[in-house]
């Protein structure tokens, strides 16, 4: 199918785009890679009366860290520029890997991770990643900014925290913990797929060995990205041992609501959950144990 009419606009400033923003509200949409927005107008899931482009606003393509070891990365940032920087492939490792798993090449070389979060796809693995590196959010409109913490940006499915008004200007992505290693595992039917099961890890141990600190992120887990603070929290002060991850990945499975998809049940989908997070438990604590090297 080809999508209704609509107007295009394609702002060089950030002042502009808002100023169209606050001026056609929720007639208008961002478009930023339109590797989900262009599908859905496709399919007349979406009918905006303009799309108003993200694409050459300047000051919007960051990718940077500041002293503090905050990543922020910018609108118009695409998930290529961010897969392969050599600063995001050393600090934060956890948000390359997982990329990797995002679609295809093709859709990569044009998709953004704001748009990405934006969309808010419970299935997507990018959100979930937001989510358990504790991510905070630069909503900016007419009116002004706020921050917004990624546990209060995905309300639901398909559903943010932003306004009609606002945009997602920059994403901040706090330093990892020390002595810290991290991991994403997912299955899907396909290479490229949704997947029907995604697990981020992060392990920071203790000068001793034992766990400092552990986080757990599920996509496809519930109506939003979720993470599992109670299998988090049993694994504190333990040993990185095979049944201190195979407790907490039974835990996990109590505190995530898949909802199924069209290639696996409720069931399975829990089941899915469990065996990849305690492999993914295991492979972070590995990795964190290679930097008391
Ligand atoms: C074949 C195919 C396979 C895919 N597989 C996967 C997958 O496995 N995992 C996955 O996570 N995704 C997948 N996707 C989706 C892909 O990751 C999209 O690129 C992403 O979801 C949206 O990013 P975008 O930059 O393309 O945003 P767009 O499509 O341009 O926009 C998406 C939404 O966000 C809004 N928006 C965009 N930027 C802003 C902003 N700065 N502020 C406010 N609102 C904004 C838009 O108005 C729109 O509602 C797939 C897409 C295709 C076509």
Redesign the pocket.
């Known amino acids: 199918m080809k999508p209704a009419a609509f107007a295009y606009e394609r702002p060089a400033t950030l002042a502009e785009a808002l100023a169209l923003k606050a001026r056609h509200g929720d007639e208008a949409?961002?478009?930023?890679?339109?590797?989900?927005?262009?599908?859905?107008m496709n399919f007349r899931m979406?009918q905006?009366g303009m799309l108003i482009d993200?694409g050459q606003v300047e000051g919007?393509d960051t990718i940077a860290y500041d002293t503090a070891g905050t990543l922020t990365i910018g609108?118009r940032a695409?998930?290529r520029a961010i897969e392969r920087h050599p600063e995001i492939i050393a600090r934060h490792p956890l948000i390359p890997e997982a990329l990797h798993?995002?679609?295809?090449p093709q859709?990569?070389n044009?998709?953004?991770l704001?748009?990405?979060c934006?969309?808010a796809?419970p299935?997507?693995?990018?959100?979930m990643v937001m989510l358990t590196l504790g991510a905070r959010f630069l909503a900016t409109s007419a009116a002004g900014e706020r921050l917004i913490e990624a546990a209060d940006f995905f309300l639901g499915a398909l559903t943010t925290a932003?306004s009609p008004e606002?945009?997602?200007?920059r994403i901040a992505i706090p330093p990892l913990p020390d002595r810290c290693g991290t991991a994403f595992l997912e299955l899907?039917r396909r290479k490229?797929?949704?997947?029907m099961m995604g697990v981020a890890a992060v392990i920071a141990l203790d000068a001793d060995g034992r766990i400092a600190e552990a986080r757990l992120g599920f996509c496809n887990a519930g109506i939003t990205p979720r993470v599992a603070p109670a299998a988090a929290a049993l694994l504190k002060t333990q040993a990185p041992e095979a049944a201190a991850f195979a407790e907490a990945a039974s835990m996990a499975q109590t505190e995530i609501e898949p909802g199924g998809t069209l290639q696996a049940s409720p069931d399975y989908q829990r089941h899915l959950a469990g065996v990849l997070a305690r492999r993914a438990l295991a492979i972070a604590a590995s990795r964190a144990s290679e930097t008391l090297a």
């Open positions: 949409r961002f478009i930023a890679g339109g590797q989900s927005l262009v599908p859905a979406a905006p993200v919007l609108a695409r998930y798993e995002v679609a295809h859709i990569r044009r998709g953004t704001a748009g990405n934006c969309h796809d299935a997507s693995e990018m959100p932003l606002e945009m997602l200007a899907s490229g797929d949704y997947a």
